[in-house]
């Protein structure tokens, strides 16, 4: 049943639940920015096939499935330009690690934040979240804006809590919490 799940944005964006048909276009745009998401992330120097690509989308099914992590494709018009995440959902907590990219080419448009809104008010109309986390490297300053730019509050600083290319980088934590009643 999620597998059809869709999250209209606006008018040329919406977000779609992953699913296998996914599988050669998320593979391709991540061997395309490969090498630039592995400043900001470790896993994308992981990927090398398209198994291995195959191999994420069909755990992220499952876990999506459970209800206990929450995978969407962001697609402007037919083109497929990034991923938004639940990396992970603590159900009992109501709360929700988020997790994007995009399509180096496709930043500076508002895209992510446009569907990072579309996203916090889909969850908190299911009632199944209303504490919106993000974590993200201090020295990442667009992920940062992206916190700020979208209601987030700091709520502290994580020390050496991201292993990245080597470095144990501290992390800014961020939340935004809604209760589907004070909408
Ligand atoms: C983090 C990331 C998704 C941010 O992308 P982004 O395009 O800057 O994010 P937004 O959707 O918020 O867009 C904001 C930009 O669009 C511009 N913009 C244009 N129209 C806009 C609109 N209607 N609304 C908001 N911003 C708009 C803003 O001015 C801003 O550009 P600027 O920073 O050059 O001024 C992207 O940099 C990325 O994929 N980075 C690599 C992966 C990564 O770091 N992920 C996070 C790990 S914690």
Known sequence: MSQQ???????????????ESHIPALHQL??????????????????????????????????????IAKMFMIFQGDELVGVLSFNQIEPANKTGYIGYWLDEAAQGRGILSASLQAFIHYFVESGDIRRFVIKCRVDNARSNQVALRNGFALEGCLKQAEFLNGVYYDQNIYARIIDKSSQ
Do not use: C, Y
């Not at 999250?7 to 992953?18: F, K, P, Q, T, Y």
């Not at 900001?40 to 459970?66: K, Y």
């Open 5 to 19: 799940e869709s999250i209209a944005v606006n008018a040329s964006v919406r977000l779609d639940a992953v699913n």
């Open 30 to 67: 991540v061997m395309k920015n490969r090498m630039w998401l592995s400043e900001s992330m470790n896993w994308p120097l992981l990927v090398n096939s398209e198994q291995d690509t195959r191999q994420f989308v069909l755990g992220n099914i499952m876990l999506h499935q459970r209800g």
